[in-house]
């Protein structure tokens, strides 16, 4: 072989020369797992995990009661004296411990989501590499991020019962949109699923003319502020019926929604593809969705335009990746929803860095004014509604201790 001959050569005539690069013999070692959960918008489970190596991985699961006790009371034993570069064996690993106890989907899906993140990070800073880079490298420098705006104060003081009937009405949302687009986002997403100051059964999933107006105008309101400089979505979390669903869906057809997400409840993959081929906009699911195989028969059917697995809860950064890919087959847009600190963001952005059909990530998080400062970094990790994809070691970021204990959910 031409590569036996030249190393034979390259021997004999540079006695020195070795060409097997030098690394340690030593395999790291996982030694614990812990968690701490940060008092946010949502309550952040924050996962630590420690090698032998010197290196203390950071990872990330879904807002969920009982996600602690089933990282510190069953996979922490699991991963303890583990190899953290074998990444992809443990996430099979933690899923076979946890079978028949929600491995599958669920609060165990989440719990393993939340280490599978800590690996990773731990894996790129041992092996001095970006995560992106262990997937597989980036097609992209950064990632855009669009925001999820709800409307602004008003939400805030609906949830405080301050202006019940006020707070959402049209120019909230025309408010938060423009401040969203000043800072440089170029899609903006709003519910619409919220009270109109009107007495309706919301547990029929119909809901009627005046109903469907007041969503119209909402959106007309949005629509007119931003005009081209940012495209629209809107979030119906899950709360209509396919007849409802189909009607407001015509009803918005003249503002050219980027997409209508969640429209129906997230079971009934068919009813979705029966809607899907009833309206003219784009739609959008799939945060309610474990694994891959969550997402076949949406893909398979072609239900929707985007799915949006939420990485810290689908399983994880290669499980996400490969549902891009499965999703690309089928020339489907991955939009991973996102709901978490900068440690699930940034978990997102290595996945965004990696996927061709990847368009924009949500980023939940503009009310929270200290989200930044949870890093340990002078520069906002957000720039004109987008992150830089880091060289960074792991994910490519650190966390602000401090801050963290700052804001410790008790």
């Not at 950071?58 to 996979?75: K, M």
């Not at 303890?80 to 570069?85: A, F, H, S, T, Y």
């Not at 709901?339 to 978990?347: H, L, R």
Request: proline share 6%.
């Amino acid at each position: 072989m031409y590569s036996d001959f030249a190393a034979r050569l390259a021997t004999t005539m540079w006695p020195d020369f070795d060409q097997t690069p030098e690394r340690s013999t030593e395999t790291p070692e996982i030694t614990d797992v812990s968690t701490v959960v940060v008092d946010g918008n949502f309550p952040w489970t924050i996962v630590t995990l420690e090698t032998d190596a010197g290196v203390t991985g950071i990872g990330e699961a879904y807002p969920s009661p009982g996600v602690h006790e089933v990282i510190t009371d069953y996979l922490q034993p699991v991963l303890r004296g583990e190899n953290p570069l074998d990444v992809e064996r443990l996430y099979h690993l933690m899923r076979e411990s946890l079978s028949g106890r929600g491995s599958q989907q669920g609060m165990g899906t989440i719990a393993i989501s939340g280490v599978e993140l800590a690996l990773w990070d731990a894996a790129g800073k041992i092996l001095e590499q970006p995560v992106y880079q262990l997937l597989g490298g980036k097609m992209r420098e950064e990632v855009r991020l669009y925001a999820d705006c709800h409307a602004g104060e008003g939400m805030v003081e609906a949830a405080l019962d301050e202006q019940p009937t006020e707070a959402y009405e049209a120019a909230a949302y025309a408010n938060a949109a423009r401040s969203a687009v000043d800072d440089g986002f170029e899609i903006v997403k709003f519910d619409l699923d919220v009270p109109s100051g009107r007495e309706i059964d919301t547990l029929a999933r119909h809901f009627d003319g005046p109903e469907i107006e007041h969503k119209r105008a909402l959106v007309e309101a949005v629509t007119d502020e931003v005009g081209d400089e940012a495209e629209v979505a809107v979030d119906l979390h899950w709360n209509f019926s396919v007849e409802a669903a189909e009607k407001l869906c015509r009803a918005l057809e003249p503002y050219d929604l980027a997409w209508v997400e969640d429209p129906i409840p997230p079971e009934n993959a068919d009813a979705m593809a029966e809607l899907n081929r009833s309206v003219s906009q784009a739609l959008l699911t799939g945060e309610n969705c474990y694994g891959r195989h969550g997402f076949r028969d949406l893909l398979e059917q072609q239900a929707v335009s985007f799915v949006a697995p939420d990485i810290p809860k689908t399983g994880g950064i290669a499980e996400t990746k490969k549902i891009g890919e499965l999703a690309d087959t089928y020339y489907t847009t991955l939009t991973p929803h996102n709901v978490g600190s900068p440690v699930a963001t940034m978990a997102g952005v290595h996945v965004g860095a990696t996927v061709p059909n990847f368009l924009a990530l949500e980023y939940h998080a503009r009310d929270v004014p200290w989200w930044d400062d949870l890093v340990d970094s002078d520069e906002p990790l957000i720039q004109n509604g987008r992150i830089t994809v880091p060289d960074e070691p792991g994910l490519g970021i650190e966390l602000d201790w401090d801050v963290v204990e700052e804001h410790r959910k008790t």
